[in-house]
């Protein structure tokens, strides 16, 4: 008996639809085993982790709060992995960005600066994490270095870097000693959209992008080069689509994205700058494009789901003293089993029965 | 002269655990399989080797450990990208998004513990021979066993038979399958062997490096050996040298706070990182000729039947 593969005569369009659902399902039943053998009550902890941050006002904003910077990135990314590049250091383009940005409000912290420095901080840390991301697509398309390594490696260069600013030039003078700027005036924070709530303006902003990237990619000459030189880079080659000019765009974009959701995180729901500020944001948004199936409508039902996993797991870790770890593994199941889904799409998979070795016996 | 000593025990020691990890990864793509989970592998490698290496007091039994974990993983990969036929990068990243939560889960419990370090070899007379006694005859087993697995790659892969179907796997896996070679066989036991080798790297780290363990204490050095086999243009002897160049410049950081140079820690700390960035960028670019990397490196691979 054995198990192969045998390709589709076409993508299976049921599969496509349902191949997430699938994978969250398989995730969840690997979860209950996984909190069985460190001895948790599976269903408590499924509670704790998926019901309850639904259940009260304050955790839905949490929610939307956490899930804007995994939309934004995964955007980005699903533009990159959509024309087979590969940017995996969306992580350090988020520090960039959040560094840029902030280089403002430290320098305007104290004086009379106006409503101009929030916008300025924003298209300073886009401009950072968009530069930052042209470094890796540069060495690829002038000297052919992997775009994954270099971007990857960048990231703790980006790390050193915020570490050594909060630690040294930027560390506020008034702040025991803690590796933190001061908190930053009211001109330099992200609005809220409610009095007393947390949800920010930086929500509404992922929603534009997520639009933005659905006209795009839907609407725009541009969208569909995209999408040819990742799908059928020879037909994009007859088409005369240069895929150097590409790759260049879709990491600008990428890291463009990825900065301005460092520098929201930080002058919104942090308030400045220190180290830690990113979960692993950028991390996770890989696994936010590919659940989403890199469609930036996708992209956003897949980002409240994985935000769903932070806050569960912060909640499990406080409520049932559940290591935080277990979020990351979780993460992680849960991109394997998407992968395998997603497999199913172009194959199908075959049982064979040896009945070969029935025939040469009767031979 | 007895600096220079410390400095090359030093070298060496930060270089085995990149040299072990990259030799398996140069095998792995040899078959023509991007793993791009070696930092995963190795990080749960370090978690079980150290739980080993605690609960038997044994270094071996930690190493052990270390492997299996790492063949463990190497099998999930395995099943995905030979399998199912997944994407290799995206599989690779997942291993390790996957490896850092499982290391932190195992290893959360021994934080803040300490193991006795590797046992050093010591031959009377040769050991405490002047300034070589110690670097050649005076390392713990790991180093030793580090340069004997490169020895024996090179040997696999140029003198013997079955290393000559891997390379051909790597190069064309359509023609290797034609001619009747059981191309995801092979290249599952390659990716095992690498799986093994990224775990012992990591369990390295706490048996050997440093007597404790701390979440995260792989701090990329898987992605490192990945950076190394392309600087190593898959060839095994180059491996070594760019092991022992990238275990230099980890050393200097420290050594260069030692000396008090006036630049900030963190900028010494991100010298491995960057030289891997101008590394890649040096050797991609003299290389624009051809690339050497093994053809089918990273494409998948369903036979038809």
Not at chain 1, 171 to 177: H, K, T, W
């Amino acid at each position: 008996m054995q198990l192969v593969l045998e390709k589709r005569a076409e993508r299976s369009t049921v599969i496509a639809l349902v191949s997430p659902v699938i994978a969250i399902g398989l995730t969840i039943v690997t979860m209950s085993i996984l909190f069985v053998i460190i001895g948790k009550n599976p269903i408590a902890a499924l509670n704790v982790y998926f019901i309850t941050p639904l259940t009260d006002a304050y955790s839905l904003q949490e929610l939307a709060v956490k899930a804007a910077p995994l939309v934004m990135i995964a955007i980005g990314l699903s533009l990159c992995y959509l024309a087979n590049v590969w940017n995996i250091g969306a992580e350090g383009q988020f520090l960039v960005g959040a560094v840029a940005g902030s280089w403002l409000a430290v320098k305007t912290h104290g004086t009379d600066a106006g409503a101009w420095v929030l916008p300025a901080m924003m298209l300073l840390g886009a401009m950072a994490g968009a530069l930052y991301a042209l470094i890796p697509a540069f060495c690829k398309v002038r000297f052919g270095a992997s775009e994954i390594l270099v971007s990857l490696m960048l990231v703790y260069v980006a790390d050193l870097l915020l570490d050594y600013l909060v630690r040294g030039p930027w560390r506020d003078p008034a702040g025991f000693n803690f590796p933190t700027t001061a908190e930053f005036d009211p001109v330099a924070t992200v609005p809220l959209l409610f009095e007393g709530g947390r949800l920010h303006l930086g929500a509404a902003i992922a929603l534009v992008i997520v639009i933005g990237a659905a006209v795009l990619l839907g609407r725009t000459i541009k969208g569909f080069e995209i999408r040819v030189v990742g799908a059928a880079p020879r037909a994009a080659r007859f088409g005369g689509f240069s895929s150097n000019q590409l790759v260049l765009l879709t990491f600008a974009i990428s890291g463009a994205l990825a900065g301005l959701a460092g520098i929201i995180e930080v002058a919104g729901p942090v308030g400045h700058l220190q180290p830690g500020i990113s979960p692993g944001y950028g991390f996770t948004a890989i696994i936010v494009a590919f659940l989403g199936r890199l469609n930036p409508v996708g992209i956003l039902i897949a980002g409240l789901f994985l935000a769903l996993t932070f806050i569960g797991g912060e909640q499990a870790q406080i409520a049932m003293k559940i290591p935080l770890d277990i979020t990351k593994v979780f993460q992680g199941i849960l991109l394997f089993y998407v992968l395998a889904c997603d497999s199913l799409i172009l194959y199908r998979i075959k049982l064979i029965m040896p009945q070969r070795k029935v025939a040469d016996g009767a031979t | 002269m007895e600096l220079l000593e410390a400095i090359i025990l030093a070298v060496l020691a930060a270089s085995t655990p990149l040299l072990l990890a990259a030799s398996g990864e140069l095998l792995v793509e040899r078959a023509g399989v991007l793993n791009l989970g070696v930092e995963g592998m190795m990080i749960v490698g370090a978690a079980c080797g150290f739980a080993g290496a605690w609960a038997t007091g044994s270094t071996f039994i930690g190493a052990l450990c270390g492997i299996f974990a790492g063949v463990a993983l190497s099998l999930v990969f395995a099943l995905m990208t030979l399998g199912l036929a997944v994407n290799q990068v995206a599989t690779g990243l997942a291993l390790t998004i996957l490896g850092v939560g499982v290391s932190g889960l195992i290893g959360a419990g021994f934080v803040g513990e300490r193991i006795s370090t590797a046992p050093r070899l010591y031959i009377p007379g040769l050991t405490t021979l002047p300034f070589v006694g110690k670097i050649l005859f005076g390392e713990d087993a790991f180093v030793y066993v580090s340069l004997a697995l490169v020895i024996a790659i090179w040997y696999f892969l140029y003198r013997t038979r079955a290393g000559l179907i891997l390379r051909a796997i790597g190069d064309n896996h359509v023609s290797a399958h034609a001619l009747g070679y059981p191309v995801l066989k092979i290249r599952m036991f390659a990716v095992m062997f690498g799986g093994g080798c990224a775990g012992l790297a990591g369990a390295y780290l706490p048996l050997a490096y440093t007597p404790f363990f701390v979440p995260g204490m792989t701090a990329g050095r898987g992605w490192i050996a990945l950076a190394l086999v392309v600087f190593a243009s898959w060839l095994p002897g180059r491996l070594v040298i760019g092991a022992y160049l990238f275990g230099a410049v980890s050393i200097l950081q420290l050594h260069a706070q030692g000396w008090g140079v006036g630049v900030p820690s963190q900028l010494m700390s991100a010298l491995p990182y960057l030289a891997t960035v101008i590394v890649l960028v040096l050797i991609s670019r003299t290389r624009s000729g051809g690339s050497t990397a093994p053809a089918a490196l990273g494409t998948v691979f369903v036979p038809d039947r």
